[in-house]
């Protein structure tokens, strides 16, 4: 019995051993799969960061790359722009160089008359050499024609009128008019003021009428013609306001200089989570830009009045004021190269950024090139434009033309309220998922802060519910796994692993065994943190989504808060300033101030030229 118990043990022995190094090659292999694991669990951990880094570096290169070729072909343009520039540019001063003395002659007449130590004859030489060099300049004749008559010489001063009249009627005779007025011959005055009157249409008014209005509000065509012209000017703009196309089109006009106006307040409040979805902000930005135009406007035109215009007793130095500009309203052709000049200075300005520079062109233009009915043209003095940034300071042209286009101010603002969209139900989206929540605006009483938050709270209860849904789902898969899962798949590899033992079976069923075994070891030792970092996440979530709802109340609050004040607030104050606007409003904001006169020491001759019944004809299509 003893030797059979010894052989069986001496025939097991060797089996044993057996066993005992395929243990140790499987502890070996286990402690090999662990390293494995752990060395994929590192390669998880880097590779993602590593392709990020890999993407932003590539999306960076791509970046540079795409500057570059922006960079060269912004280079490129400029270089042509500053080429054609410089062609334009020397255009202009061969054909229009000359042009510049004219003006700063035709500038300065109203002092060279009158200052006694100049010579005549050397006034007379120098304006001869420019009606010369220029001899189809309407301002060189127009001077010529003034020299000549200071120098006593009828025949030559008639000539040279009439030749300057049939260049340019228009101009011309509003010249004459401004430079008798420092002469006090105002009834010659009013012949010349009524003949350049007879050849416009208050329909179609050139741009130089603009220094009929400045002339005219500042007193610079003497006390009686004045209050005419401004009567004349007046009954126009009556008349050609009540036609409703004019009327339509000037408030048309007046709701983008409301809504520009709007645009240059520099402090904004927060809209980014609303502007970012652009549905609701194709909605919401015209309720807000309308409620911010009526709020800055409400404020803009008391200040222009309270600001009040300054008007200088020194006659003769708005009278060269007036003049210089008069002189300075380009012929067509020279405008249409100082066109392509702007042009291409705008390109050069833009840094290549041929939108920016055609808006910068587009804009220019449209003030420089078109006639203007006397409702417009009144509007646009009404509005001036900011000069390097800032306004330049009101003046009685302003002031008058705000009280003339007032009805026109107020009824834009209206139509701002009375056009804007109805705001319904805004769907906004929030969240790395873009959960999407909605808020009911279509009554004013759901649009309160109070109202808005608690359809936030409202949205956002919903919202962490489908999270804590989703969570529960995810997280049901994983306890699972940790409950039966994992403890399965680790009963079934030692079965498959002890299964080796028995002899006869073979030992390949190791593979499985290891394959159902290190996973679930792993997987019993990390699930505890998964179901963690999952908890955490859902939070996360939860928070964040719960904090860009309440976000988006807010910023719906401030926008409607804002709404409201324009319509029940700033609005009615407009309306309110605007109506109790009288002459009596622009009399009071007018200021006059002392100016020390330069001495006179000469006068015109006493005969004084009157305007032609029939205006002069010649050829002036080449120039």
Known sequence: MTSDSSWETSGFGPEIRSVRSEIANLQQQVSSVSRLSDRLRRIEETVPRALDDLARKQQATQDSLDSLREMYERDRIVTAAYHELAVAERQWQAKFGRYEEARNMAASIIDVVASGHINRGVILDVTERLAIQTPRYWVAQATLAVAAWLNDNPGQHREALGYALALDYEKTSLFMALLLRDQDRDEVLQEWLAAYLSRLTPVSLPRHFQVVIDAATGNAFGG?????????????????????????????????????????????????????????????????????????????????????????????????????????????????????????????????????????????????????????????????????????????????????????????????????????????????????????????????????????EEQAAAIRARIDTDAARRQGRLRWLKKWGCPGGLAAAVGLGGATLIPGVSPELIIPAILAGVPSVLGIGRLPRVVKRATDQAESEKRDVTAQISKAADQLADLWDADRLAAQVHLPDLRGYLGGVTPDSVRAATRALEAVPLARTREFPSWTPRPPRRPPEIDVRSR
Request: hydrophobic fraction near 40%; charged fraction near 30%.
């Open 224 to 456: 009686g013609a004045a209050p005419r012209l401004v009567k004349q000017m007046d009954e126009w703009y009556a008349e050609e306001r009540a036609r409703q196309d004019i009327f339509d089109a000037a408030v048309s006009e007046w709701q983008r200089r409301l809504l520009s106006l709007g645009a240059r307040h520099r402090e904004h409040p927060d809209f980014s989570l609303l502007a970012a979805n652009e549905k609701a902000w194709k909605v919401l930005s015209p309720r807000y830009e309308a409620s911010r135009a009526i709020e800055r406007a409400a404020r803009y035109f008391r200040e222009r009045f309270e600001a009040g215009a300054s008007v200088s007793d020194d006659v003769r130095g708005d009278l060269a004021a007036l003049l210089s500009k008069l002189a300075r309203t380009e012929d067509p052709e020279e405008e249409e190269l100082l066109r392509v000049t702007r042009e291409q200075r705008a390109i050069t300005l833009t840094q290549g950024d041929l939108s920016a520079a055609r808006a910068m062109v587009v804009a220019d233009e449209e003030g420089r090139s078109r006639t203007l009915n006397i409702v417009g043209m009144v509007s646009q003095s009404a509005f001036p434009g900011p000069d390097d940034g800032q306004l330049p300071d009101p003046t009685v042209t302003e002031l008058l033309a705000i009280m003339l286009s007032k009805q026109l101010i107020v009824t834009a603002a209206e139509e701002l309220r009375d056009g804007l969209p109805e705001a319904g139900t805004i769907e906004i989206t929030v969240g790395e998922r873009q959960w999407e929540c909605r808020f009911a605006c279509d009554d004013e009483t759901r649009t309160t802060r109070p109202a808005l938050r608690d359809q936030a």
